[in-house]
């Protein structure tokens, strides 16, 4: 990986992000980075990695998950892949494969290790940071995040005003949602205010 110029710009800069090798002798479909940002945007969305939908695709959160996180942001499609107001910027940028305990492998961490810092600093103008699952809270949070990701979604006005704890809107978080009716009661009110006064 090259090292970024001083004059490097936010494009070059996704542009060697998108061109990225580092782990793919780990990646059972090969390296097909997701990521979208502009400098304008104020609201970036930090999730997890790209399902096999989206790693198709090439479209971030293009799948059920990303139906039900629209929906809890009140946004529409348009809206929401518009970079220039919303950026999205995963832990991991590729497809990590299946757990075989089921579901998706974990991020690779190469990619935030690698990108992240250099993504955060040509976007200045986010005001707000959407922690989508425990990776990216574990992440930003550092010991500030709390010992469950219900925990630390719980106590979500500690980490404001710029980032917010969200619980992964996968089908698979069904019970969670079901068995925690206060996210959808105090999290959500609070959240689409904010991301809408943002847009």
Not at 29 to 53: F, Y
Not at 56 to 82: H, K
Not at 98 to 123: I, K, T
């Amino acid at each position: 990986m090259a090292a970024p110029t001083n004059t490097e710009s936010l494009d070059d800069l996704l542009e060697r992000v998108r061109a990225c090798r580092l782990c793919e002798a780990h990646l059972p479909l090969g390296p097909r980075p997701v990521v979208r940002a502009q400098q304008s945007a104020r609201v970036l969305i930090i999730g997890q990695a790209p399902g096999t939908r989206v790693h198709e695709s090439g479209i971030p959160w293009n799948d059920r998950s990303g139906d039900v996180l629209r929906e809890w942001l009140a946004v529409d499609s348009e809206t929401f892949y518009d970079d220039s107001r919303i950026a999205i910027v995963p832990m991991g940028f590729c497809y990590p494969g299946v757990d075989p305990r089921g579901g998706d492998n974990p991020p690779r961490p190469e990619c935030a290790d690698a990108w992240h810092a250099a993504v955060m600093a040509q976007l200045p103008g986010i005001e707000l940071v959407l922690l989508v699952g425990m990776y990216a809270q574990a992440r930003y949070l550092g010991k500030n995040r709390k010992r469950t990701l219900t925990a630390t979604v719980e106590a979500w006005r500690e980490y404001g005003p710029r980032f917010l704890p969200l619980p992964h809107p996968s089908w698979r978080n069904l019970h969670w949602r079901r068995k925690n009716p206060w996210f959808e009661a105090d999290v959500i009110p609070e959240l689409r205010p904010r991301v809408q006064a943002l847009i």
